[in-house]
T-cell receptor, first 113, second 111 residues
Framework: DTAVSQTPKYLVTQMGNDKSIKCEQN?????MYWYKQDSKKFLKIMFS???????INETVPNRFSPKSPDKAHLNLHINSLELGDSAVYFC????????????FGPGTRLLVL | AQSVSQHNHHVILSEAASLELGCNYS??????LFWYVQYPGQHLQLLLK??????LVKGIKGFEAEFIKSKFSFNLRKPSVQWSDTAEYFC?????????FGAGTRLTVKP
């Protein structure tokens, strides 16, 4: 059983396109996250979201927007893709609360040409 | 804002060598501490975590970590590494609901 799943696994696209990455968790968690991992393996949080609050890392361009149709899903939509958006994007989920462990999805490798 | 530092960027060891990866954080309040591992081509998996109690925490695959509050450190250790431990290791700190990851340490274990 997959706990946190992401689709697609790989995404190759042209600059300027709009794309979405989907994330689903079946753990009953109420908080979901998006992280960006660059080529140097540095992991940076982009968003955290639960049904009460969206917290955005202020360094994330507004071309990136999370969309949550329900508690089990948090999709990442990216407008006007740029070369620098190439990275691996990880979705994660947890129960709300400081002591809760985050569980990660398998990642989506995005390559912008 | 809090930060997490992993001083070793790349560590290369031979099998059976002992491992210690450093992690320091900057936050004066109560924190929860994690070590995650990322095997080549895979997602992050939790190795171990510290919330409270015994500062020496044991995790999966023979890993352990010690929380030293006075040093703001949470170093990861393993007495004898294996080739299969080759991976990227991330320290993470959750303070007041704000989760931050270190830059990661790449461990290469030579057979």
């Amino acid at each position: 059983d997959t706990a946190v799943s992401q689709t697609p696994k790989y995404l190759v696209t042209q600059m300027g396109n709009d794309k979405s990455i989907k994330c689903e968790q079946n753990l009953g968690h109420d908080t979901m996250y998006w992280y960006k991992q660059d080529s140097k393996k540095f992991l940076k949080i982009m968003f955290s979201y639960n049904n009460k609050e969206l917290i955005i890392n202020e360094t994330v361009p507004n071309r990136f927007s999370p969309k949550s149709p329900d508690k089990a899903h948090l999709n990442l939509h990216i407008n006007s893709l740029e070369l620098g958006d190439s990275a691996v994007y990880f979705c994660a989920s947890s129960l709300s609360g400081r002591q809760e462990t985050q569980y990660f999805g398998p990642g989506t490798r995005l390559l912008v040409l | 804002a809090q930060s997490v530092s992993q001083h070793n960027h790349h560590v290369i060891l031979s099998e059976a060598a002992s491992l210690e990866l450093g992690c320091n954080y900057s936050y004066g309040g109560t924190v929860n501490l994690f070590w995650y591992v990322q095997y080549p081509g895979q997602h992050l998996q939790l190795l171990l975590k510290y919330f409270s109690g015994d500062p020496l925490v044991k995790g999966i695959k023979g890993f352990e970590a010690e929380f030293i509050k006075s040093k703001f450190s949470f170093n990861l250790r393993k007495p004898s590494v294996q080739w299969s431990d080759t991976a990227e290791y991330f320290c993470a700190v959750n303070a007041e609901g704000d989760m931050r990851f270190g830059a990661g340490t790449r461990l290469t274990v030579k057979p």
